[in-house]
């Protein structure tokens, strides 16, 4: 389950988070801002609240002249909020009002602002994400080995090559996945795939790129960084076999192959992933030590 309590998790996933009552819903004010700003600040705080589970699917929000008052702003700004919200498929403007409707009904940019609600974000979403992307990437390998000039596959030989080693850091295990998906990509003569992979970049990936540089520049202490990677050698201490599979799939041109050395490769980094974040929230819910090892 989806621990967000947003409304399509909270009805369709059996979350159990009761939003709050529209009356105990805490005014959120903007303060002295350029039209455009106040705009994206107001976008901001509904979607969240959307996203959140205060608002669930169905439920009217307030009116233009009700967010006007609450953000202390124009009901001009208020209805292109409301319109912005609308353009990502999270409410239906109708008379009487804007409804919310349910997630699964919304655009991709809600995934990318889904799984920047959480620090660390939700493992199930990150893997749902993975899922689709992994699903995408296998499909485009097998087009791939099967269609395009061999030049154009030099770069995906490369880094399966350095994926191979027994020397990587789990940072260098991750990039190099991520740099291999792209490689493939860029391969592909298939223009659907190559619009869906900007989209997913554009709305998805760059947000979890975002989270993972954060993470990093936060700074990771020897232990949790240690644990990380000995996570991540975990899950691929037995892909060297479909490593092989997949190099002899490359060479033979066998595009079936190639999918699913593929797919066994990216399942065993999507369960790596899985296993990283939950150990993250779990150390980020631990209250934290005194170097005199003492409770602050």
């Known amino acids: 389950m989806l621990n967000i309590g947003g409304p399509i998790w909270y009805s369709q996933f059996g979350g159990s988070k009761v939003p709050e009552a529209p009356g105990n819903r805490k005014v959120r004010k903007i303060g002295h801002l350029s039209e455009i700003s106040r705009t994206e600040d107001v976008t ?13 699917a169905g439920e009217r929000l307030p009116s233009e002249r009700e967010l006007a008052s609450r953000f202390e702003t124009t009901r001009g700004v208020a209805r292109i909020a409301l319109k912005k919200l609308e353009q990502m498929g999270m409410v239906a403007i109708q008379p009487g009002g804007a409804r919310v409707q349910p997630l699964g009904e919304s655009s991709l940019e809600v995934i990318g602002h889904l799984i920047e609600l959480e620090s660390p974000p939700d493992p199930n979403l990150v893997d749902q994400v993975l899922e689709v992307v992994g699903a995408l990437v296998a499909a485009n390998v097998r087009m791939t080995i099967e269609r395009a000039e061999s030049e154009k596959l030099e770069r995906v030989e490369e880094l399966i090559a350095k994926l191979g080693s027994p020397d990587l850091e789990h940072e260098q295990m991750h990039q190099i996945v991520h740099d291999f998906a792209h490689a ?23 947000r979890l790129e975002a989270v993972r540089e954060s993470a990093r520049a936060g700074g990771v202490d020897g232990q949790n960084s240690a644990a990380t990677h000995q996570i991540m050698l975990a899950g691929f201490v037995d892909v060297k076999a479909h490593i092989e599979a997949f190099s002899h799939a490359l060479e033979t041109r066998d595009g079936l192959a190639g999918y699913e050395a593929v797919h066994q490769i990216w399942t065993r980094f999507r369960a790596s992933v899985r296993q990283v974040l939950e150990t993250s929230r779990e150390n980020a819910a631990l209250p934290r030590r005194t170097s005199a090892g003492a409770l602050p």
């Open 184 to 206: 493939f990509m860029d391969a592909t003569d298939n223009l659907v795939m190559r619009i869906v992979r900007r989209d997913l970049r554009t709305e998805i990936l760059s």
């Open 44 to 56: 901001r705080v509904l979607r969240e609240e959307v996203l959140r589970g205060q608002y669930r």
